[in-house]
């Protein structure tokens, strides 16, 4: 659901802007807060929060009262969720058929869904939302550029993003057996999730049983605890060893990129490299040379 059509659906849909309250949001906030997450009510109140600064300054409305956005108070936001997908599983003595080396190999691997191995690899490729998957259509795809057009995101703008060779090679695959004039995938978001936790549950059991079968001890957190949102994560963790970060918000959707500052951790000594590596560094060394033959 994009953000305006969030607001629409509120009780201030019916009010005049000069007659809105802080108390009148205060109660959509706390309304919102039950099953959304606090990054959602921010997104959503900064956009409402954005009209009253253009209508006021832009517009010259100078008539509408101050901003009640700003008398709210937002709910903290917790990134503590950094679940990623566990690779280079190992059970000594099994084959590569019963014991896949990752745990989305296992999920595949379990689920009876026709849709959802594609849908994952998807995901896990191009950090796309749920929602943005489900709505994928054939004319939204460029196999000959390499690109997809998502044309409504969760913040109500639209963007194009690059396939992968596995995300194109996966699509065509795909499409080779499905051809679908309409939505690639006709299953609903939270469908999605269910599948997903189904074939997680099993999965689960699978790696237990073949643990026990030659004789190892299980890890306990291989295939617990992951969801389905978790490979948005795991995507944009890969790709911010590629992009910059204004590279990969055009990517992810992201409209404040200090959401993604916690995908960076570079490495000093690559900094350092990358600098000498550059323009600067280059046009930085000739002087030094020049310098150098000088004293000779």
Same mark, same amino acid.
């Given at each position: 659901m994009s953000i305006a059509r969030a607001w629409k659906r509120t009780a201030i849909i019916n009010k005049q802007i000069i007659s809105i309250r802080s108390s009148d949001l205060i109660k959509i906030r706390d309304l919102w807060s039950i099953s959304l997450k606090p990054a959602t009510i921010i997104r959503r109140f900064a956009f409402l929060s954005n009209i009253y600064s253009v209508a006021k300054y832009e517009w010259q409305l100078y008539y509408i009262p101050d901003n009640p956005v700003k008398l709210v108070k937002k709910p903290k936001v917790k990134n503590d969720r950094n679940r990623r997908i566990i690779q280079n599983i190992t059970i000594l003595g099994s084959n590569p058929i019963e014991s896949p080396k990752n745990e989305l190999d296992w999920i595949i691997k379990r689920t009876k869904s026709k849709v959802l191995p594609t $849908?994952?690899? $998807?995901?896990?490729?191009?950090?796309?939302?749920?929602?943005?998957?489900?709505? $994928?259509?054939?004319?939204?795809?460029?196999?000959?550029?390499?690109?997809?057009f998502i044309p409504d995101s969760k913040n109500g703008d639209s963007r194009t993003i690059p396939l992968s060779p596995i995300a194109k090679y996966t699509l065509i695959n795909y499409l080779s057996k499905n051809n679908?004039?309409?939505? @690639? !995938?006709? $299953?609903?978001?939270?469908? /999605?999730?269910?599948? !997903?936790?189904? +074939? @997680?549950? @099993?999965?689960?059991?699978? *790696?237990?049983?073949?643990?026990?079968? *030659?004789?190892?001890?299980?890890?306990? /957190?291989?295939?617990?605890?992951?969801? !389905?949102?978790?490979?948005?994560?795991? +995507?944009?963790?890969? @790709? +911010?060893? /590629? *992009?910059?970060m204004h590279e990969l918000a055009r990517i992810t959707g992201h409209k404040d990129t200090r959401m993604l500052l916690r995908y960076y951790h570079p490495d000093v000594i690559q900094l350092g490299q990358k600098l000498a590596q550059s323009q600067l560094g280059q046009l930085q060394f000739n002087v030094i040379n020049q310098m150098l033959l000088q004293l000779l």
């Open positions: $849908i994952i690899c $998807i995901a896990v490729e191009t950090a796309m939302r749920r929602s943005e998957i489900i709505n $994928i259509r054939r004319e939204h795809i460029n196999f000959e550029d390499g690109t997809l679908s004039k309409n939505k @690639l !995938f006709n $299953i609903s978001t939270s469908a /999605v999730s269910k599948s !997903f936790h189904r +074939a @997680l549950l @099993l999965a689960r059991e699978d *790696y237990i049983k073949t643990c026990e079968k *030659y004789h190892q001890e299980e890890n306990k /957190v291989i295939l617990t605890d992951l969801r !389905f949102h978790d490979l948005r994560h795991e +995507a944009t963790s890969r @790709l +911010a060893s /590629v *992009y910059s």
